[in-house]
């Protein structure tokens, strides 16, 4: 099944509740999807610092000093903040590459959740609470983000299986359903140059909406995109730096409801997953339409 | 409304027994709902905070009524034989599955499969119902007031579907024998669904439906009917494409 959440605020006075109200919405869709949580925040992007989600097996020992490793590595200044067993890393928006590679040298049992201006990704084996309360979620603020209760059914139950997925800077993907095509998907980017850590078709969806960024399409149209070419059920729900997206697959049979307020826009699997948001009883709310994308932005 | 009804319509008011989902188990709702046998003087009740809370008042089959307040999830009288379930709220997935007799009233919108395999009955939509509504209907009549999503009343075998607004695409796909009358416009057709002539029989069918739903300012004659081709009855391989 999975659930999946969505929270893009409008009002900013909402935005030190991000977190508490993206928590408590993932947790009441807990029995859709047991086995692993995950969620995607994000935060005011300041221009001149970049953020670096990692995850490690053992945090204790890959995340002690490496600061000021990887600072003199990529000769620029480096902060790293410990949650559990993920870090976000800071430093400046032109050494995310260089510090990209050179995690690879000095941690190699290291995972990159993601990376970008906004967006932090916290996510972990186990039920949404645990998640959350691992990662201090609801004490996170933040314009808008994404989360997702997983039922595992294309791939394994590990951390890289949870979602989101990130596949390109502050872009992260949370998917409801499963995809048919997803392994002739993945060899065509492989050969366009995409790289892959898991077998999950999930992780391709998200690959193929960043190749297709990257290759000039804007979000809208590379959400118009996976209609044609990604086969199989889906909702997406998709968060980029200021925007938000959501598209189902034209048989539309995953459950999907919307609100819309003055405050904000929100996206559920199910409504109950809406109902302790301020105002939520004079709301519009509707179930988005098959094949049809929807998109916000700041 | 004569006073004398006015008057009682009052009284069961105040009997109703309350159930409030904020304070009690959707279990001991249901349970306290299956316990009921007939000849019970617990007719009304009223269901608080459902807050999208999945089969509320499923299984009921003592007539009764059932008012809740607010939106529910997935399946809320499922399976309903004889109960008067009123949703002052939105409805998820599957509301009124397989119901066999009474009636269900949604005063806002309904999520996918409304109504779907239902066998009896009377399901009103006041608001939308979005895709597959009526799937699989066997005997069931649904009134939606707004408009249906696509792929509505796919194999739908008996019953009657009244749409006062549009369909989506495929309304009717592979349909046996169920009627279908739509007053707005028509996505697309599916297999073997195609548009039927309004006989005398039928307006007075769908003026009774009308008047059961409580719909008024409609008139029979505002509606097309669809129904089955019956090409796909006996399969024919010139006709395998068409499956």
Known sequence: MCGIVGLFLKDKTLEPRLGSMLSEMLISLSDRGPDSAGIAIYGAATGNEAKITLQSPKPERDFRGLDAELAKAISAPVSIAVKSTHAVVRTTPDKVDAAREALQTLRPDIRIMGAGEAVEIYKEVGLPEAVVERFNVRAMTGTHGIGHTRMATESAVTTMGAHPFSTGADQCLVHNGSLSNHNNVRRELVRDGMTFETENDTEVAAAYLSHRMAHGKNLGEALEGTLSDLDGFFTFVVGTKNGFGVVRDPIACKPAVMAETDQYVAFGSEYRALTKLPGIDNARVWEPEPATVYFWEH | MPATTVSKALRDQSHARVFDLGEMSLRELNQALHKLTSGSNETAWEVLNPKGSHSVAVGVDQPISIDVRGSV???????????????????????????????????????????????????????????????????????????????????????????????????????????????????????????????????????????????????????????????????????????
């Open chain 2, 73 to 243: 999830g997935y399946y809320c009288g499922g399976m309903n034989d004889g109960g008067a379930i009123t949703v002052h709220g939105s409805a998820g997935p599957g509301v009124g599955e397989n119901m066999m007799s009474g009636s269900i009233v949604i005063k806002g919108d309904a999520s996918q499969y409304a109504g779907a395999t239902g066998r009896g009955g009377l399901l009103v939509i006041e608001g939308n119902a979005s895709s597959r509504c009526g799937i699989s209907m066997k005997g069931i009549d649904i009134v939606v007031h707004g408009n249906i999503g696509h792929m509505s009343a796919f194999m739908a075998q008996s019953g009657n579907l009244v749409v006062l607004g549009d369909a989506g695409d495929a309304l009717g796909d592979s349909i046996y024998e169920a009627r279908l009358f739509v007053r707005g416009k028509i996505g697309s057709l599916g297999a073997d669904c195609i548009a039927k002539e309004m006989r005398p029989e039928h307006i007075e069918l769908l003026q009774g439906l009308l008047d059961r739903a409580g719909v008024t300012g409609v008139k029979p004659s505002e509606f097309k009917r669809y129904g089955s081709a019956r090409t796909l009855y006996n399969f024919n391989i010139d006709n395998a494409d068409a499956y």
